[in-house]
């Protein structure tokens, strides 16, 4: 029986002028809080992707959005349910962590722009995102975490 593969997925923490992250409550999902993440389109560079998935999932312009940097950390994880996309496709989800900036203004955060995959958001400091964060998706945040807190210290 062939295995299927892991889906490419960027999974982002996208921080504000005060260094706090961006974190999305799922749509549907009370209480479920993770980082804004997407599959990877493989006509995109995983660059355009992380950008994209930004633009998309805060509903912000483009222009307030800017990549810091790819960070080491990396998690894969096989799917609980496998979503109807992914279905005789993928088994689970690879995620590379991408460090963005966000430059805008709050009001301009609009998550209904687009096929809406969070209800509501908010700035968290990395101990809120410990606390908040789905706990089955936090220990694959826990790295990206870490090195996010290396590069705060640092600028």
Not at 43 to 49: F, G, R, Y
Not at 102 to 123: P, R, T
């Amino acid at each position: 029986m062939k295995v299927l593969p892991l889906r490419p997925n960027v999974c982002l923490l996208i921080c504000n002028a005060v260094g706090q992250l961006f974190l999305g409550e799922r749509a549907g999902c009370p209480g479920v809080w993770q980082f804004p993440q997407g599959g990877v389109e493989s006509h995109l560079s995983l660059e355009e992707n992380a950008l994209k998935e930004a633009h998309e999932e805060m509903g912000v312009p483009l222009v307030h959005l800017r990549i810091i940097k790819k960070l080491n950390a990396t998690h894969a994880y096989e799917f609980d349910v496998v979503p109807e996309y992914a279905i005789g496709k993928w088994r689970g989800q690879a995620q590379s962590f991408w460090l963005l900036a966000y430059s805008g203004s709050d009001s301009e955060i609009d998550l209904s722009q687009y096929d809406a995959e969070f209800m509501n958001w908010k700035w968290c400091s990395v101990s809120e995102v410990k606390q908040l964060a789905e706990p089955k998706r936090l220990p694959g945040y826990l790295a990206a975490l870490s090195e996010y807190e290396e590069w705060a210290r640092e600028a």
